[in-house]
């Protein structure tokens, strides 16, 4: 499954597409089955909203304790809000949606992009 999110202009809150509009919760994000055209359909509309977001593109999400998650680790804490403070932002509303990304089970994985500085 995939879902597409960039990052809103106006705060930098990351955000989900659903059916035509930007929605802060990833619980509230549309899903695309693996090779659906029209989540490239969605990334290429959101994309062409250059005032509004920045740095649209779609994830991979998988199965979580009642709901789904994404599959990066990186992504899980994009999704969870700009903070690592469970009282703070999205993390403070709590519920399912919020456990389902805090407690995903063991398919996080580094997205591979760590640049190295050689030292002389």
């Known amino acids: 499954m995939k879902a597409l999110t960039a990052n809103r202009l106006d705060d930098g809150e990351v955000v989900f597409w659903n059916a035509g509009r930007w929605v ?3 619980a509230d994000a549309q899903l695309w089955d693996e090779g659906d055209a029209t989540a ?3 990334e290429g509309h959101g ?3 250059p005032t509004r977001v920045v740095d649209v ?3 991979d999400v998988i199965p979580s304790e009642g709901g789904w998650a994404p599959l ?3 992504e899980r804490i994009r999704a969870l809000g700009p903070t690592n403070k469970p009282e703070h932002g999205k993390q403070a509303e709590g519920g399912a949606a919020v456990d389902a990304l805090t407690h995903a089970a063991g398919a996080a994985r580094s ?3 760590v640049n190295l500085i050689k030292r002389k």
């Open 111 to 113: 997205t591979g992009r």
């Open 40 to 42: 490239e359909e969605a």
């Open 57 to 59: 593109y779609l994830i």
């Open 72 to 74: 990066s680790y990186r």
């Open 47 to 49: 994309k062409a909203q």
């Open 24 to 26: 802060e919760r990833f």
